[in-house]
């Protein structure tokens, strides 16, 4: 792993306009509203990884790929584990699940994934500019790619499969909820290191607030990756894994994911910055957090629905 600057170095700063003490690099720094005059006695510089994690001649591994990778490896690995679990483990003759339905489901999950993502990213984040550029839609290398049109996308490629293997729609959604959050974990990995998707101003007294050089500003922000990381990943993975653990009645499982996914990343977006083309919207809201807020909704009516069918499924 290359770095390309010092990392996480304690740097006096004058985070005042109007001082002149140490100003240097920082003098054209625009300060935040609750910036005092005097210095800031340490912030975390961004490290400036590179993104190419091996380079063998033309061909260039990125870590953002290798986080796609590990991504898709825990979900096999937790699938596996999943088949442990009732109602699974007890399913016999034709309706009972293997290791390859688990890698069917991760092969039609990542497909679903990318096209999903991507059109969610077009369709969502900038429809005008696609509806005139409609050739750039397929251009991925480009990034842009969204969540939550990931989640259609998959939820696609979990109906085609039970469709095609003749399983309750609701029992594959509950399989695969618990199996997710550590794939969400391994891409916002990938966000940091890509140096991407950074959070807003952060207090200049806050212990882990870090500098992000590429977006404009030499004032500490909030690692917002990393709470997404913490949040959406490792607390949503642990409490749906214990939640999943017991026989839920059909449905709940996935529910439990869209409601605490949509409760996560909602506050999760309070802390990171806004898309600069879009900023936030009604109500002092981001698109992401007007995109949580129907799946949060549907995981609610989906859940006390399920509370009024039978256990078994």
Known sequence: MALLSK????????????????????????????????????????????????????????????????AFGLFMLLGVLRLRHAPFSALRGAQAW????????????????????RLGYCLFYKPGYYLGHPLEVFAVWQGGMSFHGGLLGVAVALLWFARSRQRPLLQVADFVAPCVPTGLAAGRVGNFINGELWGRFAPPDLPWGMVFPQSGSMLPRHPSQVYQFLLEGLLLFVLLWLYARRERRPGQVAAAFLVGYGALRFTAEYFREPDSFLGLLSLGMSMGQWLCLPMIASGAVLWLWAQRQPARI
């Open 7 to 70: 990392a996480a170095w304690p740097i006096p700063v004058c985070a005042h306009s109007g001082c002149g003490r140490d100003a240097g690099a920082f003098a054209s720094v625009r300060a935040a509203p609750w910036a005092p005059c005097g210095t800031i006695p340490a912030m975390l510089m961004y490290p400036q990884i590179d993104p190419v994690a091996l380079q063998i001649g033309p061909l260039a591994v990125h870590w953002y790929g290798i986080t796609y990778l590990v």
């Open 98 to 117: 293997s290791r390859r339905d688990v890698e069917d489901i991760l092969f039609l999950g990542v497909l679903g994934v990318i096209v999903g993502g």
